[in-house]
C-alpha cells in the first residue's frame, strides 16, 4: 500500500486515514505521526462512541492524532508567540496547558 492510497483510506463512513493522521505540524517539522497498536485501538473506540455520533450531528471535525512531538512542537510554538509576556504568564500557560492535555 502506498503513503497516498493509505491517505485515501477509509477508517470508517466518515473519517479517512489522511484526516486523522495528517497535521501541517507533522509535515513542516518532519514528525512521524504514525499511532502504536495500544493508539489505534484507543482512536477506534473514540471514533466509534464519541467522532461518528458528534460528525453524524455536526459535519466535518477538523482534529486529529497528535504524536507526543507535536504537542512538544506546539508548546514550543506557544512560548515563542508569547515570549512578548513576562516569564510569570508563560509559566501559567505552560502550567494550564500540560495539566489540561
Given at each position: 500500500?502506498?503513503?497516498k492510497t493509505r491517505g485515501e483510506m477509509m477508517l470508517s463512513k ?82 494550564d496547558y500540560t495539566t489540561n492535555h
Amino acid at each position: 500500500m502506498t503513503l497516498k492510497t493509505r491517505g485515501e483510506m477509509m477508517l470508517s463512513k466518515r473519517f479517512s486515514h489522511d484526516q486523522m493522521m495528517h497535521l501541517n505540524k507533522t509535515a513542516n517539522h518532519k514528525i512521524a505521526n504514525m499511532p502504536d497498536q495500544t493508539q489505534i485501538n484507543n482512536f477506534n473506540n473514540l471514533r466509534r462512541n464519541i467522532l461518528e455520533p458528534l460528525r453524524q450531528q455536526f459535519d466535518a471535525i477538523v482534529s486529529g492524532l497528535c504524536c507526543y512531538l507535536v504537542h512538544n512542537v506546539s508548546i514550543a510554538l506557544l512560548l515563542n508567540v508569547s515570549r512578548k509576556c513576562d516569564d510569570v504568564n508563560q509559566n501559567i500557560i505552560l502550567k494550564d496547558y500540560t495539566t489540561n492535555h
